[in-house]
């Protein structure tokens, strides 16, 4: 099994451009999430999704759009980047249930300038 | 709303010495408590959880922590660390039944252990 794997592993971008970056998983899991990791402030939710066609707002949405068209990818837009949207992007997927943990992809290191 | 606090952006420990990660938390109801750790580059790894029951958890590398509720703590620790222990550690809570279902994460403790 590969896990949950993202693409790609480093970009660079100018203001204003758009970009998708694509996650998938092979553990069939109904729950995947989106979260950004910025130095000394842990990991923020983005984005999540609880199964196939359902999306739902996390912590810092604004500026990030999310689809889930088929169960095993989710995928995080950004229609117009800005930098303040340079940083580490996780995907991360679980079971169904509250206390089942997240499996986390290796990342995406996005650069906006 | 939860929460959680790791006091300490770096703890640092000479190998073979036991080490403690710290982590409080806030939340409403009885938490599930999770940690994870992270090595340069890659994404996180699942540690151990509390959910219930025993106090004291065991889990992966020989990592262990113990869920305090009065204190609403719930620290990392290992009883001899070991220079590849050096990483990034995370501690993050669910709070059960409020239709949250992702996790919150703390700001992150960098370990180093020294040889």
């Known amino acids: 099994n590969a896990g949950v794997t993202q693409t790609p592993k480093f970009r660079v971008l100018k203001t204003g451009q758009s970009m998708t970056l694509l996650c998938a998983q092979d553990?069939?899991?109904?729950?995947m999430y989106w979260y950004r990791q910025d130095p000394g402030m842990g990991l923020r939710l983005i984005h999540y999704s609880v199964g196939e066609g359902t999306t739902a707002k996390g912590e810092v949405p604004d500026g990030y759009n999310v689809s889930r068209l088929k169960k095993q990818n989710f995928l995080l837009g950004l229609e117009s980047a800005a930098p303040s949207q340079t940083s580490v992007y996780f995907c991360a997927s679980s079971e169904p249930g509250q206390y089942y943990e997240q499996y986390f992809g290796p990342g995406t290191r996005l650069t906006v300038t | 709303a939860q929460s959680v606090a790791q006091p300490e952006d770096q703890v640092n420990v000479a190998e073979g010495n036991p080490l403690t990660v710290k982590c409080t938390y806030s939340?409403?109801?009885?938490?599930?408590l999770f940690w994870y750790v992270q090595y340069p580059n890659r994404g996180l790894q699942f540690l151990l959880k509390?959910?219930?029951?025993?106090?004291l958890v065991k889990g992966s590398y020989g990592f262990e922590a113990e869920f305090n509720k009065s204190q609403t703590s719930f620290h990392l620790k290992k009883p001899s660390a070991l220079v590849s222990d050096s990483a990034l550690y995370f501690c993050?809570?669910?709070?059960?039944?409020?239709?949250?279902?992702?996790?919150?994460f703390g700001s992150g403790t960098r370990l180093q252990v020294q040889p």
């Open positions: 939340v409403s109801g009885n938490p599930y």
């Open positions: 993050a809570v669910r709070a059960p039944n409020t239709g949250r279902r992702a996790l919150t």
């Open positions: 553990m069939n899991h109904e729950y």
């Open positions: 509390y959910i219930t029951g025993d106090n």
